[in-house]
């Protein structure tokens, strides 16, 4: 797959940052069923919610009246009636994904900055809400319990919200800003019926400011029984969790001169720290670290230290952990918490051994050599090969050849075995490798399906380059390409007659990929049958595709007992699309056997 980009674009990195889930949440309600979510349909009017979003392949697909589906691209587009650079622009907003300059980078700052002051006005309200309201006491000694001094709230401004919903919206646009901007920014939320509300209420604010001191969005945690606990902005243009730590701005200068930074995961647990004198504590957004978050830091310290529960601190830490390490091209450090205990719990109870833990923290490679080895007999056999076991994928996604040597020495000398039999079983020891992405640049970002797909490149690559394949007579469908920019190219295709007016037709954003195709080096030999071949092969995996939604539908609904009338249209469309994919295998069949005949 030589000719896939390089560089993410910005269509594959809208993907990544955007959840279909909440994109059509915003649109239509939808409520958790099995692996999927349903709701009524934006796009017909209905009585029985026959919409469906499939989180896991991030696509969705009605099986009312409009029969369709597509992924989130399409949703937009439809929903706003858009093209496809519009839905772009707007989903690339929305993950606070920066398109190329020439979409008017004036004007994009200038919005940023308005949310900027915004949020910074917002976060003043709450501070002086916390500090100087009668509705606030309750917020105050509840902080002032938690032993927070008032330099701290206030270098943290920390705020609080009222139990209403309008009061910052009111207090806002008394102030000079619009309705639009106050959604945008994540402090508003707009209601089903269109109306907006204050997205946060009756809660300890706590704002979250980039490492140039501007506050991006707030986390706030209730301060009753209401769940959840801790809400925080969503993804704004100014807000992306990933690409936050939490204390940074308080942190930086800290963390270069110790020249270490530890991460931990809570709010107080920074607040706390930086109360102390521990100066040099951010916390990451939630439980694992982003490759984004290491490049932050990175520029800051190669040093990092992650506060683990010794529970957590297990392999999937560790190989994370490595990952952190690759990226950094730097050893990561471990700071074993006592069991169940916060590093707030721990400071407060007794700076020193919080300091003390801090210095003995140990690579997270050496801490996993003793986790692994105090557990097992060395002398024995089977305790040899379950330590290999444990130890060795961890020593195989280490990139630093030197660091990997050191390890593998360090375990042949522990197991008193030859390190030449450990490097033999190193070299077996490939699974996590053998991936088609580039060497682990790290970290735990998960990937969306779909990204490429071989299949549907090779095929319009074909189409392309060889105009005489227009008037075959196999009918590919729009639908039959998952991929947005693959989908977007094949209209293009049809809708032109020459080559060069594709390319005017498609986004900016898309030519790269565009060229990519046109460029791809195809044999030349049985170019029909080639094609034949794959446009089947695109019905078939359209077919699967949509077969495996119904079952999760299915499935759904005989747990919950669905009505018996949607169950059997639901049957009735499943039984078609097998027939149509049985279709399909015979065909695929029949040809390979023709091209038997043939030779
Ligand atoms: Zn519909």
Redesign the pocket.
């Known amino acids: 797959m030589g000719s896939l980009n390089t560089t993410m674009g910005v269509i594959d990195e809208v993907k990544q940052r955007v959840d279909i889930v909440d994109v059509v949440s915003q649109y239509a309600k939808l409520t958790k069923a099995g692996r999927t979510f349903r709701g009524l349909?934006?796009?017909?009017s209905?009585k029985n919610p026959?919409?469906f979003v499939y989180p896991e392949q991030q696509s969705w697909h009605?099986?009312?009246?409009?029969?369709?589906g597509g992924d989130v691209f399409s949703f937009v587009m439809r929903k706003q009636s858009i093209d496809f650079g519009e839905a772009l622009r707007l989903l690339a907003q929305r993950a606070g994904v920066a398109m190329p300059s020439k979409f008017e980078p004036g004007a994009e700052s200038e919005e940023r900055q308005k949310l900027f002051q915004a949020n910074e006005a917002a976060a003043q309200y709450f501070h002086n809400l916390l500090l100087n309201s009668t509705a606030g006491e309750k917020a105050k000694s509840y902080v002032l319990g938690r032993g927070l001094s008032l330099k701290t709230i206030a270098d943290f401004q920390l705020g609080f919200s009222l139990d209403s919903w309008d009061a910052l919206k009111q207090y806002l646009i008394n102030r000079g800003y619009t309705e639009g901007e106050l959604l945008t920014a994540g402090l508003l939320v707009e209601a089903e019926t269109g109306k907006t509300h204050d997205r946060f209420r009756n809660k300890l604010m706590f704002p979250i400011f980039d490492a140039r001191g501007r506050i991006t969005g707030f986390g706030a945690r209730a301060l009753d029984d209401s769940l959840p606990k801790y809400i925080n902005s969503p993804q704004t243009p100014t807000f992306d969790k990933s690409s936050t730590l939490y204390g940074i701005n308080l942190a930086k200068d800290a963390i270069r001169q110790q020249n270490l930074a530890v991460i931990v995961e809570g709010y107080m647990d920074v607040i706390t720290a930086h109360q102390n004198g521990f100066c040099n504590v951010v916390a990451s957004m939630g439980t694992s670290i982003t490759e984004k978050q290491v490049s932050i830091l990175k520029k800051l310290t190669k040093n990092i230290a992650l506060a683990l529960d010794a529970d957590a601190a297990g392999d999937e830490a560790t190989l994370r952990a490595v990952g952190y390490e690759n990226t950094l091209d730097a050893e990561v450090k471990v700071i074993i918490l006592p069991r169940g205990k916060d590093p707030d719990d721990v400071i407060k109870q007794d700076a020193k051994a919080w300091q003390e833990l801090v210095t003995e923290a140990l690579p997270i490679v050496d801490y996993t050599f003793n986790v692994v080895t105090s557990e097992l007999d060395l002398t024995k056999a089977g305790g040899k090969s379950s330590a290999v076991d444990k130890l060795l994928p961890i020593i195989a996604e280490i990139n630093d050849p030197i660091r990997q040597a050191h390890y593998l020495q360090k375990l042949a000398q522990l197991l008193k075995v030859s390190e030449r039999s450990i490097e033999a079983a190193l070299a077996r020891t490939r699974p996590r490798q053998a991936r088609a992405e580039p060497p682990k640049q790290g970290v735990a970002i998960p990937l969306p399906p779909l990204l490429s797909s071989p299949v549907e490149e090779y095929c319009l690559a074909l189409l392309l380059q060889h105009p005489e394949l227009r008037d075959r007579s196999e009918s590919l469908l729009p639908e039959y390409f998952e991929n947005s920019e693959n989908h977007e190219i094949f209209i293009a295709w049809q809708q032109s007659d020459k080559i060069e007016s594709v390319k005017e037709r498609l986004e900016p954003e898309i030519h790269q990929h565009l060229d990519s195709l046109l460029t791809r080096k195809l044999l030349s030999d049985k170019i029909e049958q080639k094609y034949a071949e794959c446009a089947l092969e695109l019905r078939g995996k359209f077919l699967r595709s949509l077969t495996r939604k119904i079952e999760a539908v299915l499935a759904q609904e005989a747990e919950s007992g669905g009505t018996t009338a949607e169950l059997a249209k639901l049957r009735e469309l499943g039984t078609t699309v097998n027939t149509q994919l049985a279709e399909v295998l015979a065909q695929k069949n029949r040809m390979r056997l023709e091209q038997r005949g043939v030779r």
């Open positions: 349909c934006p796009f017909h209905e026959s919409f009605c099986f009312g009246a409009c029969n369709t």
